[in-house]
């Protein structure tokens, strides 16, 4: 399938899709909590539904109807291996988890998670007396992780990805013997792991910060609670952006005050010269006079895609830096994203972290792949908004990943956009 986008004017509201962060991080804590957790308004995409799937080889009992039930606190051996499909915060979690208990896991996904690092996190669990190593003998899964992990203290890269900070603060919390975790270079992408401490704490566990990394205190026991997941600023960027460029949207039900890295993008936006407002959880986005920045992505390297695409239609240089990590997501986003915008006319040049981009831009439409990557998809969609004539995008129900109605959301706004064979 392939999406087929026309320029378009966009304009009305969308309720904001759940967060994917959150979603994950309470499936995998009420597994670990003795007792039934109640999850309102999951995510229900691709990646939180693999590591649903992972909670229940590890033996979450779930019952999932409009509210997702999960009984946790007996972890038990899987019978099969866990598939982590194209889901890199599902890997590495499960990871975590496997290292608790006392048999053999393996772990794996699809070809692309098959090619993104794991052996930061390989290392970081050997030093806890856990084995952990790749298939291959090459960093990559498939993993064979068993436990038990009673380990006091290991090190770990801070700059590849804070899911593996995330893995080992959420499964130390569940030995029973304290844990140090010191980080060898500085911590990118740290709203992520300030999500994985909130989420911990109101599960009933801590985990503090240190001048080198973190301190895990042993004999907890995380507690089973309800949970309503919030909006997701991540998937939120699309429609917002959308306002930004052609119109005018509101996205519903986000949090102001959340702890989401992706929260930037609104900074970004008004740094930018879009207009935005908040009514108390909605916010608006309209179209202004963008002016090109210099703008810092080292904590919200996923809003990369969407973020270049607005520089190409504001005025002057823009450069986006310090998002070299962006490289080892489900692509490479640098590469994608700027091959992408160059097939649509951009002037962008791309550099070792970042690019620079020379606007604005009149982008025409062209034929371009999203190599599968869901947040490359979605915002060659948004640039297609702008652009003359029609763009078709490759593997266009890849958005399902994290936003499952991307499609039928900004079509509600305006949008000409469909799949087509």
């Known amino acids: 399938m392939r999406v087929k986008v026309c320029g378009s004017r966009t304009e009305g ?45 590890f033996g979450g009992i ?22 982590a499909k194209n889901s890199g915060t599902t890997i590495r979690l499960m990871a975590g988890i496997a290292s608790l208990i006392p048999c053999a ?18 290392e970081a669990l050997t030093m806890m007396d856990v084995r952990c190593e790749s298939t291959r003998g090459n960093g990559l899964a498939p993993l064979i992780v068993k436990g038990p992990n009673k380990g006091k203290e290991t090190s770990i890269r ?8 995330s893995s080992l603060l959420i499964s130390s919390a569940a030995k029973d013997v304290d844990t140090t975790i010191r980080l060898t270079t500085p911590l990118k992408s740290r709203p992520y792991v300030d999500i994985t401490m909130e989420m911990m704490s109101l599960f009933g566990a801590k985990a503090e ?3 080198d990394g973190f301190f895990v205190p042993g004999g907890q026991r995380y507690r089973p609670r309800d949970y309503t997941v919030p909006g997701d600023f991540s998937s939120a960027a699309f429609p917002l952006a959308a306002g930004a460029l052609t119109g005018e949207v509101t996205v519903r039900n986000l949090d102001p005050n959340d702890r989401q890295g992706d929260r930037r993008f609104l900074d970004i936006l008004q740094e930018l010269g879009a207009e935005v407002r908040w009514n108390k959880g909605d916010l608006r986005c309209a179209r202004g006079q963008l002016i090109g920045r210099e703008i810092d992505l080292g904590d919200a390297p996923d809003l990369f895609p969407m973020v270049a695409v607005l520089c190409t239609q504001a005025e002057g240089e823009s450069r986006i ?7 080892l997501k489900e692509s490479d986003r640098i590469s994608a994203t700027t091959t992408f915008l160059k097939a649509m006319g951009a002037d962008v040049v791309e550099k070792e972290d970042g690019c620079v981009i020379r606007g604005r831009t009149a982008l025409k439409g062209a034929t371009v792949s999203s190599l599968k990557d ?46 087509i064979s």
């Open 105 to 122: 896991t393996v772990l794996t996904g699809d070809e692309s998670i098959r090619r993104r690092p794991m052996q930061p996190l390989i």
């Open 62 to 83: 779930m019952k999932d109807e409009d509210e997702l039930s999960i009984e946790g606190g007996h972890l038990r051996c899987p019978d099969d291996v866990i598939d």
């Open 321 to 327: 830096f310090n998002a070299e990590h962006v490289r």
């Open 158 to 165: 801070g700059d590849v990805s804070s899911q593996f900070i």
């Open 13 to 57: 509201q969308v309720l904001a899709s759940p967060s994917k962060s959150y979603t994950h991080r309470a499936m995998t804590l009420a597994l670990l909590a003795e007792g039934l957790s109640v999850l309102r308004r999951p995510l229900r995409g691709a990646d939180t539904l693999a590591t649903l799937d992972a909670v229940r080889s």
């Open 374 to 419: 869901h947040r490359i998809l979605m915002a060659a969609a948004v640039a297609a908004l702008v652009a003359e004539g029609d763009t078709l995008i490759s593997d266009g129900d890849c958005h399902c990943i994290s936003y499952p109605d991307f499609v039928k959301d900004m079509r509600s706004l305006g949008a000409k956009m469909e799949m």
């Open 209 to 211: 910060s240190t001048t």
